[in-house]
Each structure stands twice: as structure tokens, then as C-alpha cells.
T-cell receptor, first 114, second 108 residues
């Protein structure tokens, strides 16, 4: 079955440490996205990539970095510069089928920084 | 003002009730998604629509492009429908903008 894998589901880190969240998809989608979810707020776009070796900042990119070396992988690094890193992080992908676009979301990673 | 507004924020219903969740948006869009998020956090896409109405089982989604409004209806609600329902609009340029979500609880 095709889909998006995010690991781990829960992640705990000490303040000041960088942490990398993984996102892998086997859907052959060109576009991949990272969103952050905070209680009571809609998902906000951190970074996105429309094609391998290219990515763009979203609305809240400060304190985050990404890479897109392979089509199926889009890891997100939460750096120590991110002031409020504790949140739920969702990876998504979008691709084009014969009948239109399809949008998939991963299961998410809940990051807690203390 | 958020670009995507959902109402209500919270909804408690009795099993069997007909449920409506509303979504209004203020920008031009190419499509609108209704998503479901269960307590574990993973999100499932329920519908993507750009006009008219779609139905899948007990779920019905409608959209009125002129009024910039969409509704998600659940008929014969069941406790397993309890989840967060999220409206997201696809702006031109393929950017998704999300509503804050509606927390639905269906009691048996």
C-alpha cells in the first residue's frame, strides 16, 4: 500500500539540541510538505518541495531546515533557533493522477522539547 | 481574520443525529478539502471538491463557490465519527490553507 511514513510518532529532546524528523513516501509524488500544528490553530506550512533538490520556505520557516535529495524523502530539522519547537508535525505529499491531484498526509510526529 | 473559518469549533451530538460543519473562506481557490484527524493525529482526506456536491457513505460535502462556503454533513452519526474535521482550501499556486478544525464528539 502506498502512503507516507513519519517516524518516530513521539520524540523528546532537550532544549538546545537539533532534531531531525523523517518523512518518506512511496507514492511517487513530486511535491512534499511540512506543516506544524498547535492547539486551536490550523496547520501552518513550514517548508515545501515541488521537485527533488528544490525547496521553498513556507509561512513559518524560521528555525527549521529541510533537504530533498531523493524524491521519496523530505526530512525536517528543527534547530535550536526555533523558539517554540514543541508541536505536532505533519508531512504531506501531493501528486497528479490521470483523474486529477491526490493529497496524502502522514501520521505525524509529536515533538516535545524540555 | 483567518482566511479559512470553521464553525462550530466544538460540537457534541447524540448518536444518530444529523451533523453539519461549516467552512467559509475569503480567497480565490481552485479546490477545497475536508480532512479528518483522529486522536492519534494522522489525517485522512475525506473529500476534495471544486464545485457541487460529493457523497461517500454517510458523509456529504457541498461547496458554493460564489458564496465561498462549504459544508460537511454526517448522516446517522456514530461515536466512531468522533474526530477533528478540518477544512482546507487550495489557493491558486497550490498552497493549502487550513481552518482551525471542528472537534466533534458523538455520544452513544
Amino acid at each position: 500500500d502506498g502512503g507516507i511514513t513519519q517516524s518516530p510518532k513521539y520524540l523528546f529532546r532537550k532544549e538546545g539540541q537539533n532534531v531531525t524528523l523523517s518523512c518518506e513516501q512511496n507514492l511517487n509524488h513530486d511535491a512534499m510538505y511540512w506543516y506544524r500544528q498547535d492547539p486551536g490553530q490550523g496547520l501552518r506550512l513550514i517548508y515545501y518541495s515541488q521537485i527533488v533538490n528544490d525547496f521553498q520556505k513556507g509561512d513559518i520557516a524560521e528555525g527549521y531546515s529541510v533537504s530533498r535529495e531523493k524524491k521519496e524523502s523530505f526530512p525536517l530539522t528543527v534547530t535550536s533557533a526555533q523558539k517554540n519547537p514543541t508541536a505536532f508535525y505533519l508531512c504531506a505529499s501531493r501528486g497528479w493522477t490521470g483523474s486529477g491531484t491526490e493529497q496524502y498526509f502522514g501520521p505525524g510526529t509529536r515533538l516535545t522539547v524540555t | 481574520k483567518n482566511e479559512v473559518e470553521q464553525s462550530p469549533q466544538n460540537l457534541t451530538a447524540q448518536e444518530g443525529e444529523f451533523i453539519t460543519i461549516n467552512c467559509s473562506y475569503s480567497v480565490g481557490i481552485s479546490a477545497l478539502h475536508w480532512l479528518q484527524q483522529h486522536p492519534g493525529g494522522g489525517i485522512v482526506s475525506l473529500f476534495m471538491l471544486s464545485s457541487g456536491k460529493k457523497k461517500h457513505g454517510r458523509l456529504i460535502a457541498t461547496i458554493n463557490i460564489q458564496e465561498k462556503h462549504s459544508s460537511l454533513h454526517i448522516t446517522a452519526s456514530h461515536p466512531r465519527d468522533s474526530a477533528v474535521y478540518i477544512c482546507a482550501v487550495m489557493e491558486y499556486g497550490n498552497k493549502l490553507v487550513f481552518g482551525a478544525g471542528t472537534i466533534l464528539r458523538v455520544k452513544s
